[in-house]
């Protein structure tokens, strides 16, 4: 699961960064709005989390640039800004859900975790998914396992995984995929191959399927 972060004060940045990559999630962070706009538009995210008081373009602004490249990815609004006027502009503007500093942590982390669950994987029990064959995936540490039995994954494989169950049942393209995995770095397509190859190694044979030309699928049981 991919995070984008705008946070202007830096120490706050790293630590809210380091908390979420602690529990398994991939972070992108910056501290000003204009590179935030530059990472909104030119790459893929499952949540947003938004300071609104930030140099450059403000969050609100982030926010509504967001929501003109993508309707319903969640936006989390986090500020210091208690008045209500802040408030009633982040949610007419799209946000899901304000978290007003300061705030402790884990709470940050229980309201991702929430929209997580309720947005993306409706049908997860516990945090639980069933990929059936004896594999589960474990929402909260993002872990792999079958019968109970934990299977490593590498970082790649991770977020390979989460795009293809996020899309679990509809064939993702091969340009989504490199985006979500590589963002913007060039890679060879035998790279790919490989790491889907890996991936494949890992589950049960069959149960990702290569749609010639077009990109991958994980089906659904």
Not at 32 to 49: A, M, P, R
Not at 164 to 177: D, H, P, Y
Request: hydrophobic share 40%; with cysteine.
């Amino acid at each position: 699961m991919k995070i984008f972060l705008l946070e202007d004060d830096y120490s706050l940045n790293q630590v809210i960064k380091s908390s979420l990559e602690d529990h398994g999630y991939f972070v992108t962070s910056c501290l000003d709005g204009y590179e935030g706009v530059s990472q909104v538009l030119n790459h893929t995210f499952d949540i947003y989390i938004l300071d609104i008081n930030v140099p450059g373009f403000d969050g609100h602004q982030v926010l509504e640039i967001i929501r003109k490249e993508h309707k319903l990815l969640p936006v989390i609004i986090i500020s210091a800004a208690m008045d209500i006027e802040n408030i009633k502009k982040a949610y007419d503007l799209g946000c899901n859900d304000y978290l007003k500093k300061p705030f402790d942590f884990e709470e940050l982390f229980l309201h991702v975790s929430y929209i997580v669950k309720t947005i993306y994987h409706e049908n997860s029990k516990n945090n639980i998914i069933d990929l059936g064959y004896g594999f589960e995936y474990n929402l909260e540490g993002q872990t792999l396992s079958k019968h109970s039995h934990q299977i490593e994954l590498t970082q790649n494989e991770k977020l390979l995984l989460d795009i293809l169950l996020k899309n679990r049942g509809i064939t993702v393209s091969i340009e989504s995929i490199h985006n979500y995995v590589w963002g913007d770095k060039d890679i060879e397509a035998v790279s790919m191959r490989s790491l889907i190859h890996k991936l494949q190694k890992k589950l049960r044979n069959g149960m990702i399927i290569n749609i010639r030309g077009i990109g991958y699928k994980l089906l659904k049981i």
